[in-house]
């Protein structure tokens, strides 16, 4: 490790340069510490920057022990507290508490963040069992419960109709003390969990030869698998108490080791913790500067979250052990209907009668009603636009996900995962913060062109390199995880437009017009059609790169094209559902296990049960709560993600 | 829900029918001499609504507005529209207003509003511009688009006395200055800068608004609560109840307890206030802190 002799030392030193740049204004007090007879100055020193300076230090060193013992345990360079959902299942946890139980708060938010962290890992972990924890998808499986995660407490939030500050400022991640128990509660952490870690270190090693090589020299597999896994969780669920959501030091901290020639365990749960502590410690340096300068104040973990992306994307060549074509058809042998096209005929014809269904009914205050000619003629101009669009978005999303899904052979693929969701998210949040009163059209056209930006930053990624082509979920879960860093830090900024955007993150259909549903529900047609054209390659794909391409199938042009064809549907269906429903990953998973096993009956099917269950969530959506209209992509988010849970903790075949 | 739903078809049919059937009378043009059917968006349109006398037929969001505003209080008659960032346009249309009332929050679905009804849209909080006298003059423009300016004449010529009143009791407070901020968690707080409705009130009350930084849209979050050391001789007054665990953390830390506003006495705390209301907000506001501050709250 020469690189470390030189690198860290320097890292150190800016450390430390910038906090005394930031403490330089304020006189040092006499120790020991005795707020009696200190001055405001000094207890400002004494009680606020320097237990922040200490607690910096404790909590990256306890965030990249955390992300260390992961990734080994894992054996998975990109696993840390924040890409398997650990850190949202905590957020979850806070939320739900703060809102339905504030009692519960009463004993430290610990025990509660370390259920809900323990529960996001529980479930990641499940889905991934079922699939030999490959890397990429142990991955998605995170990204995706963390989403879910985020979007119940989106939902509970909104519900609550109110900005909850105290929320806000958890989920920026802030530094901020004003006394010295919060070093107390993490050097304790730290100092156990480091022990643990110690312990845990010689088993590791064992068990890094393999399972079975490990279990053959005696090792209990299962139980130092699951000490560790509790042990990090734990770890990342103390920091996430204390101090809010500082993401991706976990990450960061054990790639910079290797990275500067860590080779093996002991050195890297050595040293991961010491890179993290640094790390931490400039980026709050860096705070503490612009703070100083009369800048605004800007959570700590809201810059951590930044580096997430680029990180990522940094990593992915590095990547080995993609996950092998075959081991990933977790659905088994599916039945294949001998006659699709009556099946689709019958769906087909169900959805045309449902949404007719859904235009007459609804509710009124008092009950339900259906509506007479005369009525309709005044609901029909409301009504149709948000049925078309819903059906269609549904649609789009689906084929995006078939399309995914085949190209990827990862049945965890999904639209959401692919970034444009991230981008639209962005573009639209960029105009409400530009433009003082933005118009629908102006949002929609933001919400278009940071979709469009993702897509080209993704396919420019693909096309940079020839990787294989599930890593081009992970690029698009770096692009995902950036944009939401920097929502996360506007929403930290805190005011009405931070609503805004977060009541549009959760979907609505009752703005579009009737022109936005049809050329919606156009571009669904067309998507469909190009989607038939490239049946072919939809159904080598599946096969892996080596075969398809020995069947001469060109796999740069197939996955550009496949990728457009996606990203384009994905982006145009945000505008109306938000960044996420589950749609796309649901619905071609039931096509497929309803019979519709050929390409062209594939994709047919799931955009027409993709646009059914958009229909079915959209009435439901509108429903349930009225007059209060829930989001739209949360609702189908809700009824979407317990099935997609059973489905993906299921044993294959 | 679906059985109930089932069991209550033919009356509810009935109620739509009349309430559709009446729709249609509506769009043939209002005579003058009808009261005004309003149907309030934006919470400080509804408030200044109010302030004029002329309470809406349906506003967004009241579950909440009567959890969180208390006051003025909004009749149970008034039809609730859901959600303020996705409003029932069929239920909307069904209330049958003759204005809807609206503010630049909501311009995304104006387009959509406007083909149920016209829409008067009102800026309250706009970056770096105070909000109160927004506030004022949303009453005038109001009531002459309702047709009854008297009533935006009067609520005017009160609104001012109210606060004239309230500022002379304030006026023996005027020798420090006040930070009014609203308490997050143990560590952060938000700080209502001069073009919040409370910092803009202060001023019309004749008090020196303590927060003088940056203010980013009406107020400043999250702000550690250290920075309240850099305003030694301010009133502390704290605007609606402070977190249960933030007191806990609160009464624990160290620097909270030093700062001088709070090792002084000088820290006071209002009940619940609607941080983005109208005049009615601003005179609850004032009058809150007149109470507060004479030791009467």
């Known amino acids: 490790m020469t690189a470390t002799r030189t690198i860290l030392p320097l890292a150190a030193a800016a450390a430390c340069l910038l906090w005394l740049l930031a403490a330089r204004q304020l006189p040092l007090p006499g120790w020991p510490l005795d707020p009696e007879g200190m001055s405001l100055g000094q207890i400002r020193m004494g009680f606020g920057l320097m237990p922040r300076g200490v607690i910096a230090l404790l909590a990256g060193a306890a965030l990249g022990l955390s992300g260390a013992i992961l990734q080994v345990v894992l054996r998975n360079p990109v696993a ?28 430290g938010r610990w025990p509660i963040a370390m259920t809900g962290g323990l529960a996001a890992a529980g479930l990641v972990l499940t889905i991934g069992a079922r699939r030999a924890f490959a890397p990429v998808t142990m991955v998605i499986a995170g990204m995706l419960v963390g989403l879910t995660a985020s979007a119940v407490a989106t939902a ?55 399972a079975e090589g490990a279990a053959g020299l005696g090792l209990n597999v299962a139980l ?27 990450l960061a901290a054990p790639a910079l080791t290797r990275s500067m020639g860590a080779r093996g365990i002991g050195p890297l749960l050595l040293w991961s913790p010491l890179v993290g502590a640094l790390v931490l410690s400039i980026c709050d340096g860096l705070v503490l500067a612009v703070e100083g300068s009369g800048g605004e104040m800007f959570p700590t973990g809201a810059l951590t979250g930044l580096v997430g992306g680029p990180l990522l994307i940094w990593l992915l060549p590095r990547l080995r052990g993609s996950t092998p074509p075959g081991t990933e058809t977790a659905e088994g042998t599916a039945p294949r ?125 693909t096309a940079r390199r020839d990787m294989p082509a599930e890593r081009v979920l992970l690029a698009g879960i770096a692009v995902s995880a950036f944009a939401s860093a920097v929502l996360s830090a506007t929403m930290a900024v805190g005011d009405a437009r931070s609503w805004a955007i977060l009541t549009w993150l959760s979907g609505a259909t009752s703005t579009v017009s009737l022109a936005g549903a049809l050329s919606l529900a156009a571009l669904a047609v067309a998507i469909w059609l190009g989607g038939l054209a490239t049946s072919r390659w939809l159904s080598v794909l599946p096969l892996g790169p080596s075969v398809s391409g020995g069947l001469g199938v060109n796999l740069r042009l197939a996955r550009l094209v496949l990728i457009i064809m996606a990203g384009t549907a994905t982006g145009a269906a945000t505008v109306i559902t938000g960044p996420l429903s589950f749609v796309g990953l649901m619905a071609p998973h039931l ?3 309803v019979g519709l096993v050929r390409p062209a009956d594939h994709l047919t099917g799931s955009a027409l049960i993709g646009a059914g269950l958009m229909l079915v969530a959209d ?31 299921r044993r294959p075949g | 829900m679906v059985s109930s739903g089932a069991s209550s078809l033919g009356p509810s049919r009935r109620t739509l029918l009349t309430a ?115 506030a004022m003059a949303a009453l005038t423009t109001l009531a002459e688009h309702v047709g009854d300016p008297s009533a935006g004449k009067v609520a005017l010529e009160q609104t001012d006395r109210a606060l004239d009143a309230a500022a ?114 601003a005179l609850r506001f004032a009058g809150l802190l007149a109470d507060t501050l004479d030791g009467r709250a």
């Open chain 1, 80 to 107: 840390d507290p924040t890409t398997l959902g650990i850190s949202s299942g905590a957020q979850l946890a806070l939320v739900m508490a703060t809102i339905f139980a504030p009692d519960l708060l009463a004993g």
């Open chain 1, 156 to 210: 509970v939030t909104l519900a609550q109709g109110q900005y909850l500050l105290s929320l806000v400022i958890w989920n920026g991640g802030s530094l901020v003390q004003q006394d010295w128990s919060g070093v107390r509660n993490l050097s304790a952490v730290l100092a156990l969990g480091g022990a643990a870690a110690g312990a845990l270190a010689r088993p590791l090693r064992v068990l890094s030869l393999g």
């Open chain 1, 224 to 250: 130092v698998r699951l000490a560790a896994v509790v042990l990090a969780v734990a770890v990342a669920a103390s920091v996430s108490a204390e101090l809010g959501l500082i993401a991706f030091v976990g």
């Open chain 1, 337 to 461: 209907l001998s006659c699709p096209g009556r099946l689709l005929a019958v769906v087909g014809l169900g959805l045309i009668t449902a949404a007719a269904l859904l235009l007459w009914i609804g509710r009124v205050p008092g009950g339900w009603a259906v509506l007479d000619p005369g009525s309709m003629a005044a609901f029909l101009p409301m009504r149709l636009p948000r049925l078309v669009a819903a059906a269609a978005s549904g649609a789009a999303l689906a084929l995006a996900g078939a399309m995914l899904q085949r190209l990827t052979a990862n049945p965890l693929a999904s639209p959401e995962v692919l970034g444009v969701s991230g981008g639209a998210s962005l573009g639209f949040a960029a105009v409400t913060f530009a433009v003082a009163a933005p118009s629908g059209l102006m949002l929609t056209s933001g919400t278009m062109a940071g979709g469009a930006l993702a897509l080209a930053l993704l396919l420019a990624f």
């Open chain 1, 591 to 593: 096509s497929r296990r």
């Open chain 1, 619 to 649: 009435f439901g959506a509108r429903m349930a709560g009225f007059p209060y209209e829930l989001p739209l992509g949360l609702f189908a988010t809700l009824i979407g993600a317990p099935w997609l849970i059973w489905l993906m903790t």
């Open chain 2, 20 to 134: 559709a059937g009446a729709f249609f009378a509506a769009s043939t043009p209002l005579r003058a001499a009808e009261p005004p059917r309003l149907a309030a968006i934006d919470w400080a349109m509804l408030e200044t609504a109010v302030a004029i006398g002329h309470m809406p037929v349906a506003a967004c969001e009241l579950i909440r507005y009567r959890a969180d505003v208390v006051s003025p209080r909004i009749p149970p008659e008034v039809v609730d529209l859901g959600l303020r960032g996705a409003p029932n346009f069929e239920l909307l249309q069904l209330t049958r207003p003759s204005l809807i009332l609206s503010s630049p929050y909501y311009t995304r679905y104006e387009d959509r509003l406007r083909r149920l009804a016209p829409v008067l849209s009102l800026p309250f909080f706009l970056p770096e511009e105070p909000p109160l006298p927004k």
């Open chain 2, 168 to 281: 002379a009791r304030l006026a023996r407070h005027s020798d420090r200055p006040v930070a009014l901020v609203d308490i997050g968690d143990a560590r952060h707080l938000r700080a209502f800068g001069f073009d919040s409705l409370f910092g803009s009130t202060l001023d019309r009350l004749g008090l020196t608004n303590a927060w003088t930084g940056k203010t980013a849209f009406s107020f400043m979050a999250p702000v550690p609560i250290e920075r309240l050391a850099k305003m030694p001789e301010a009133r502390l007054v704290i605007v609606g109840p402070i977190p249960l665990q933030a007191q806990r953390g609160l009464s624990r830390s160290v620097l909270w307890q030093a700062l001088p506003q709070v090792a002084e006495g000088r820290v006071h705390q209002l009940p619940k206030v609607n941080a983005f209301g109208g005049v009615p907000a």
